[in-house]
Structures are given as C-alpha cells and as structure tokens.
C-alpha cells in the first residue's frame, strides 16, 4: 500500500512569483506547486495502481495523489529548470516529485530547440541517479524518447551493459531506450537486447521487451518473424503475447502454439 503524506495545500496554484520574474526555477517551487494539485480522491486512485512498499516496487515512497496530466503540464512549464534542482527532486521520497524531473527532462528534451549539452545533462543525471528510479513509470518516462534521443549518434554499449544488470529498473530502461531508435526505423538494438532479455524473470521485463518489439514489426515486419520463430517456443508468454499483439489472429495462434510452458510465467 501506498504512503500517503499530508501537505497542507498551497493557496495560489498558479505561476510562482519567481518564476514569472524570470529568477531560477526550484525544487522547492515544483514542489509547492504539486501542493495545490493534490487531492485525496487521486490519492486513492494512486494506491490501487501501483505496487509500493513491496520488494522492488516503488518501495519506500510516499503519494501525494495528483493526477499525471497536471503533473506533466506543471512539466513543460519547469522545463527550464537546473539540471542541480531536477536532481532534487529526485532525491525526493514523494514519488509524484521524482515523476516530475523525469518528466520535466523527458517534456524537454522533445522539444526541437534544446541543445546538445542539455540533452548530455539530463542523460547523465538519469543514468548517474538511476538508484532514484524504482518503478516503472519512472523508467518508461525517461527512456521511450530521452535516453535514446542522446545515444542516437553514440555508441551504445551501456545499454547492453544494463541489459545484463541485476536490477530490474535497469533492465527495462535498456530495453526501452531504444524505442528512439526504433522510430527512426534503426532496429537492431532493439532485437539484439531482446536476446539477452530471453530468460529474465520479470515480468515487467519481458511486458517491455515484447512491447519493443511489437513496435519495430510495425517497421519490419520480417525481422520480427526472424525473431518469433527462432525463439517463440522458449520465451516467456507474456513477452511472447506482447510481441504477436499486432499479428493477425492465424498468427497469433502459430506463435502461442509453439510456446512451452516455462518457470515463473
């Protein structure tokens, strides 16, 4: 269950003082602002969806109950903060606080104006602060655009390297760093860690690792097909029913007829 913790709402839920005078933008701003977007009945909501306190789920955080529409536009409005102060929020135990610097490095760095050494900033602050990120909402806002929209033109042996760590988070973010590369159609990374993600025994693992992969068939069909009937018989069923989503039903079926049934699925 959920933390929750109690903060006294804030009267004013608009632009901060500083901010509108241009002076720099805080943690602390981000955070007075999430106060007055707070609610119980989000709170409750919040605690029926994710999985807190138990083993590597989101453990240890506390709620405060704001809907993630409003948390994302308060977002794109602190998308000019330090990259200092977004590393305070993640030092944060609210989890709503760490989801707004991931969102606020993930809202910008999709925008077509940010610079090559702000991109840099927020790709080293999440890889270097990744013991921050410990659900998996977390990972799937900073990795489906900003992780992989740095290491498009880089090398890209830390994903493999992650691809192999003991941690979940970490696996799932090497996973999905590279849907950025699947949407400029370059999707060899994407099967490449999807093998080595063959036998993981998460099941938030093989739902991102199908997912990945459902998505570079829509680019290339062929190669996931390569890829069904060289491993569908082995994989786990869950990375299996993601992967086939998108295939016609006859489909569909072949591949589930081939999967055995196997450990932990």
């Known amino acids: 269950m959920a933390k929750k913790i109690t903060i006294k709402k804030s009267p004013n839920p608009g632009i901060t003082k500083e901010a509108a005078s241009g002076k720099k933008l805080t943690a602390k701003q981000f955070i007075e602002r999430l106060k007055a977007l707070q609610s119980d009945e989000e709170l409750k909501k919040i605690q029926r969806y994710f999985k807190s306190g138990e083993g590597q789920y989101g453990e240890g955080d506390k709620f405060m109950g704001v809907k993630m529409g409003q948390l994302f536009a308060l977002a794109i409005e602190f998308g000019e903060m330090p990259v200092a102060e977004i590393e305070k929020l993640l030092e944060s135990p609210i989890h709503e606080a760490r989801a707004g610097a991931v969102s606020i490095m993930d809202k910008a760095s999709r925008n077509k104006k940010i610079t090559g050494s702000r991109r840099k900033e927020f790709y080293d602050l999440y890889m270097r602060r990744h013991d921050r990120i410990n659900n998996w909402d977390l990972v799937d806002l900073g990795c489906l655009n900003m992780t992989g929209s740095y290491l498009f033109d880089k090398p890209r042996t830390i994903l493999y390297k992650l691809a192999k760590s003991k941690n ?19 999707l060899a990374d994407a099967f490449k860690i999807a093998e080595i993600l063959l036998n993981d025994k998460e099941d938030l693992v093989h739902k991102a690792t199908g997912w990945m992969l459902r998505f570079a068939g829509d680019k290339d069909p062929q190669k996931l097909k390569d890829f069904l009937d060289k491993y569908a018989a082995t994989i786990p069923r869950t990375f299996l029913r993601y992967s086939i989503e998108k295939l016609d039903k006859k489909k569909r079926e072949y591949y589930m007829g081939m999967a055995k049934e196997i450990n932990n699925v």
């Open 168 to 186: 979940l988070w970490e696996r799932r973010t090497a996973i999905l760093s590279t849907c950025y590369f699947i949407r400029q159609g370059d």
